[in-house]
């Protein structure tokens, strides 16, 4: 059975569920999120003779985090991934991220590939370092409306988000679920609107998530709110500027790549995304395409997910 517990990392309290002992895999969470999100994955992975710990990130689930948005930096992040590393007692880990947790995930494998023995990602492709700022491209691309130049100014969109966190949790599981009609590739918000007029919605849940679950996730962000984990958000352009030393550079520790056919974030990349990882990633060893699957995949679809992961492991 799962055991929660909380592990002093880099001055920070974090909150981790494992289960299983061997080999230590790590599971990172994205946004809004948790490291319950992995719950489907957790015992199966533990059963093929793996210590699999599910993280709740700096600033998310039950792990507090700093008032200092410049404390968030994906510097930060990867560290916490391998202070955990550490603190476990282990000196390599496996780590597997969704969507925020992919691009920690991505990150650490590129900044500390000694410590990292392979990397899966879920939605998220591996990074490739703009010319320009990502807060530049994005509103040169989509305005100022973009989601993401959105979240840039503090305060205001956690008091969106927090005016009725049931209803902002409901939005952003329904948005990106294949149950969903696609009436929009990128959320940009309207002048005098906010980012959940922006979102596609649906009446009750998708049929992958329970209404138990989603009351887990509500609490969590009742509780917390949602400033730090937007804090990651804000720190998009100081993670370009310090991440000029490894423009081009390649990942190089083995890798895998989960998508699905309905989740807009890969198809962003335009055709032909497949194709071109090994451009980035010097030793992937597959890709899993989820036909007609969304966003959420390690929900919607967990037994494809939990056997694509389960191979992976096999090989490494």
């Keep these: 059975m799962p055991k929660n517990r909380f592990v002093e990392v880099n001055g920070l309290s974090l909150h981790i569920t494992e289960q299983g002992s061997g080999p230590l895999v790590i599971l990172l969470h994205g946004f809004p999120d948790s490291g319950y999100t992995w719950r489907h994955q957790l015992g199966p992975i533990a059963d093929a003779g793996y210590h699999v710990v599910a993280p709740d990130q700096r600033g998310a689930g039950k792990s507090r985090g700093p008032e200092a948005v410049d404390q968030y930096s994906i510097f930060h992040l990867a560290g916490d991934v391998v202070g955990l590393i550490h603190a476990l007692g282990e000196e390599e880990a496996v780590i597997v991220g969704h969507d925020w947790g992919a691009v920690v995930a991505w990150h650490t494998a590129l900044l500390r590939p000694d410590v990292i023995r392979g990397v899966a990602a879920l939605s998220v492709l591996p990074p490739r370092r703009t010319s320009e ?34 209803k902002t949790m409901r939005v952003f599981f329904a948005d990106r679920s294949p149950e969903v009609p696609l009436e929009s590739l990128v959320p940009v918000v309207a002048p005098g609107e906010g980012l959940l007029d922006a979102l596609n919605a649906m009446p009750g849940l998708p049929s992958w998530l329970s209404e138990e679950d989603l009351a887990v996730m509500v609490a969590t962000f009742e509780e917390t709110g949602f400033t730090s984990f937007l804090n990651w958000y804000r720190n998009l352009d100081r993670n370009w500027e310090q991440l000029a030393a490894w423009h081009d550079a390649k990942i190089t520790p083995p890798s895998f790549f989960v998508t699905a056919t309905r989740d807009l974030i890969p198809a962003a990349a335009g055709p032909g995304f497949i194709e071109r990882l090994p451009e980035v990633l010097s030793d992937l060893r597959g890709v899993l395409n989820l036909e007609g699957g969304g966003h959420w995949m390690q929900l919607e679809r967990p037994a494809e997910v939990r056997d694509a992961l389960l191979g992976f492991l096999a090989e490494l």
Excluded at 135 to 157: C, D, I, L, R, W
Aim: proline share 12%.
């Design 133 to 166: 700022p990502p807060m530049t491209v994005s509103e040169k691309k989509f305005g100022p409306g973009f989601y993401q130049n959105y979240f840039q100014k503090p305060g205001v969109a956690e008091a969106e988000f927090e005016r009725d966190v049931e």
